[in-house]
């Protein structure tokens, strides 16, 4: 086994969607770059996250808009097929095949170094590739951008049986007959509704008391109730004892009951990616459950932690964002401004879609604030009601100083509508002021005038 050596003015170590962004705009800046990864280039989100699992549900949205219309203009018969959306994906992720994103990388001039890189002091990382120990020191420093990996729950027998993660689901070609789904958050529901709508028979096992328990308790139990609804067999607080394969069937006891599938997807959350990565040899602690970073995203001596790690949210948008202050301060530039997140946005892309900006109503409680509340039923506006669709409106307020903290939509296109009220966080409308203004008729988004309304301000 040889031994390199190269120097560099950055490496970047983990090339996620954030990673990607740094070493792409600091090579086109001037500066030698080297990016470290011993996974696929581009990370979770083009090739098992964002882009196919909206293709996946593009695909299924379309499915149950098409049965919808026996209610409202004639007979239409469905027959689904996984095939067509299958087939998108393995075309949007190149087979996941990583040689789109690495290209255009090393045609911008980064060197692309594929292996399991380490820190090995500031400003140095060792990377384990095929050829041998590669050894790159970095005179201006590391940009940590390592990921994460799904978690798999301590569940007796659940270790060795053949279940799948998000990355699994997303390359199947057909439906499964049945499937049972450990977790409620967002990744789990969203593919959980979608291969329903395929025709899989679909249990959620979740331990938490309701779907998307780090958003509002509102969306998430409407949002259960609309899965009911659709013949999603929902279990919240469920306690799984066991899990066991027979060779063809999983077998999930849960709550004294025994759930036979043909397929198990565990979307149980994730896990950072810093348990080996040299984070001792910079002064952090690798057991910790993020890097901890300042408003220009430094995380210590010649050391910059983008995505997940920073603990700053899960968000491919969030990484980007923060890669691009990465990028302003290894460059120098002064003049801000730097990292704010008050005003961080995300959507669950179920149907109907769960939007959510800010605070929630218990975290801003838990700040201190004054909060006042106001909620409006999405059904009972117009456009609801012409839509025949379940969602509502949620904001939360600071009394004292008259502006939205968080809000949560929930509604066909929610996401869409949630853009106003990420607006009006960032910039510290007063709710005075969005009060008057003309929300056009009839919209979904006109619903938010109700919720205001109903805060008092």
Not at 244 to 273: C, I, M, P, T, Y
Request: hydrophobic share 40%; net charge negative; charged share 25%.
């Amino acid at each position: 086994m040889s031994s390199t050596h190269r120097v560099v003015d950055v490496v970047v170590l983990g090339v996620g969607s954030g990673g990607e962004h740094v070493a792409r705009k600091l090579a086109a800046a001037g500066l030698r770059v080297a990016a470290v990864d011993s996974r696929l280039v581009g990370g979770e989100c083009p090739f098992y996250g964002c882009t196919p699992s909206k293709l996946l549900i593009r695909a299924a949205d379309a499915l149950a808009e098409a049965r919808r219309a026996d209610d409202l203009g004639g007979r239409v018969e469905v027959r689904a097929s996984l095939g067509p959306a299958a087939q998108r994906i393995r075309e949007a992720t190149h087979d996941w095949h990583d040689d789109d994103h690495a290209g255009t990388l090393e045609e911008a001039g980064v060197r692309v170094v594929r292996g399991h890189g380490r820190l090995a002091g500031p400003g140095v990382v060792e990377v384990d590739t095929p050829g041998g120990l590669s050894r790159l020191t970095a005179t201006r420093g590391v940009v940590l951008n390592t990921g994460t990996e799904p978690t798999v729950p301590d569940v007796e027998g659940l270790a060795g049986t053949p279940y799948w993660t998000n990355r699994e689901v997303l390359t199947v070609s057909e439906a499964p007959a049945s499937l049972a789904l450990v977790g409620g958050g967002p990744i789990g529901v969203e593919i959980a509704q979608a291969l329903h709508r395929f025709g899989t028979e679909v249990t959620i096992v979740e331990a938490g008391p309701r779907l998307l328990g780090s958003e509002e308790p509102e969306a998430g139990d409407l949002l259960a109730q609309v899965l009911r609804e659709e013949g999603v067999d929902v279990r919240t607080g469920a306690d799984l004892a066991r899990v066991e394969h027979d060779g063809e069937r999983f077998h999930l006891h849960v709550d004294g009951e025994q759930v036979v599938v043909e397929r198990l997807l565990v979307a149980a959350g994730r896990s950072e990616n810093l348990g080996d990565v040299g984070l001792e040899t910079v002064g952090l602690d690798p057991a910790a459950d993020h890097v901890e970073v300042d408003e220009r995203m430094r995380a210590g001596e010649r050391l910059w932690a983008v995505g997940d790690i920073t603990g700053k949210g899960p968000w491919t948008h969030v990484s980007l964002y923060q890669g691009e202050l990465v990028v302003r301060d290894v460059l120098g530039d002064d003049e801000g401004p730097w990292a704010d997140y008050r005003a961080v946005s995300r959507v669950t892309f179920t149907d109907p879609e769960v939007g959510a900006v800010g605070l929630t109503e218990a975290q801003a409680r838990e700040q201190g604030i004054d909060v006042v509340v106001g909620t409006a039923d999405l059904a009972r506006g117009p456009r609801g009601w012409i839509h025949q669709a379940k969602g509502l409106v949620k904001v939360v307020a600071d009394r004292e100083r008259g502006v939205v903290v968080g809000a949560t939509t929930m509604a066909p296109y929610g996401g869409e509508v949630l853009g106003l009220l990420s607006t009006a966080v960032h910039a510290q409308v007063p709710v005075a002021v969005l009060r008057t203004m003309h929300f056009a008729y009839p919209t979904f988004h006109r619903t938010i005038e109700v919720a205001l309304k109903e805060t008092g301000l």
